[in-house]
């Protein structure tokens, strides 16, 4: 059983990738933590608060950061045309929910799950890195304890999504990623490299709806938004982003890894861009020297990744 804090910005993918990790059977979901990235912290916040009602998530949701690590980088606007204005799909999600986050910030929560549990907690982290880098900057010898660190961001061997060089998730705070990618624990990146590969058909998504029950659709409704944005890149369906990073935890044979240090671009026309220094190139002294060695993934089997998000969005949780 995996133990699992889920750190995201819902989110459109991001609440595929939560009824993912709540319905597979290996996953045990310890906690939510939230931070601002697909719309503001209250707004991502009270969609997390949202779905846990909806979908009777019992983990625990800790409100997280509303600016980035660096509190005089400029902000960016909220991406509405993806996410909608309610970050949601524009289902209308209500103001306020009647559920109360735990009373620690995110950062925190996390520096006492870990704690709590050396050795044994994976952290998935799907939107900006901010609360991750906050968490190493406050107690670095959380570092030790963390079984695995799973991130959905990047671009490495492709342009990036948000500008040329940049996937959104990193290109939304660059200082937290660099912090969390060079960090002495071990990391995973599922990058646009391959989640860019994983299309969820409309007919797929119709599939899992009829399979489902309630919870799927109201994941259905949720993704209609996205999946017709998504329509001027991909012929048909969502690339479910974050689901990818999620199937990694449980079934790692579905992608091909790459070894070697990552650094992250920050500042200039490049910001955000990620970029890894494979172990088995060698060149003269460099900014990624005496790092520690990261995993980034390189291809994926596409087919089968949509084959266990499908099975295990259809399938009911274990009580
Ligand atoms: C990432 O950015 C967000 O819009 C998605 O939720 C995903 O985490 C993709 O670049
Ligand atoms: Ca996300």
């Not at 991001?14 to 719309?39: E, K, R, S």
């Not at 998935?124 to 968490?135: F, I, P, Q, S």
């Not at 107690?139 to 030790?144: F, T």
């Not at 990047?154 to 990193?170: K, L, Q």
């Amino acid at each position: 059983m995996h133990k699992v804090i889920f750190d995201t910005d819902p989110g459109v993918d991001d609440a595929m990738a939560l009824l993912f990790l709540h319905h597979h059977p290996d996953i045990d979901l310890i906690g939510i933590t939230t931070i601002f990235g697909n719309a503001s912290i209250e707004t991502t916040t009270r969609n997390a608060l949202y779905l846990k009602r909806k979908w009777d998530i019992a983990a625990p949701v800790a409100r997280g950061l509303g600016e980035t690590l660096d509190p005089t980088r400029p902000h960016v606007g909220w991406p509405t045309s993806i996410h909608g204005d309610d970050g949601l799909g524009n289902i209308g999600v209500p103001e306020t929910v009647d559920l109360s986050c735990d009373p620690r910030p995110a950062h925190r929560f996390i520096i006492d799950t870990v704690r709590a549990h050396p050795g044994e907690v994976t952290l998935v982290a799907v939107g900006r890195m901010t609360n991750l880098a906050l968490a190493l900057r406050d107690d670095p010898g959380i570092a030790a304890l963390v079984k695995n660190v799973v991130i959905m961001g990047g671009a490495f061997d492709m342009r990036g999504n948000i500008t040329p060089a940049a996937e959104a998730n990193i290109h939304g705070d660059p200082e937290a990623a660099d912090a969390v990618m060079t960090a002495p624990w071990p990391v995973v990146v599922v990058g646009l490299d391959v989640t860019e590969q994983t299309v969820m058909t409309r007919a797929r998504l119709a599939a899992i709806v009829a399979a489902g029950g309630e919870r799927a659709k109201l994941l259905s409704d949720i993704s209609l938004f996205y999946v017709d944005f998504y329509e001027q890149h991909v012929e048909d369906g969502m690339v479910v982003h974050d689901s990818c990073a999620c199937v990694y935890v449980v079934a790692p044979h579905l992608f091909t890894l790459r070894s070697g240090a990552i650094r992250v671009v920050c500042g200039g026309i490049a910001d955000g861009q990620t970029i890894q220094k494979a172990d088995d190139h060698q060149f003269p002294p460099s900014a990624w020297d005496d790092l520690p060695s990261q995993n980034v993934c390189t291809g994926i089997d596409a087919e089968a990744v949509l084959d266990l998000i499908s099975q295990t969005l259809a399938s009911q949780p274990v009580a």
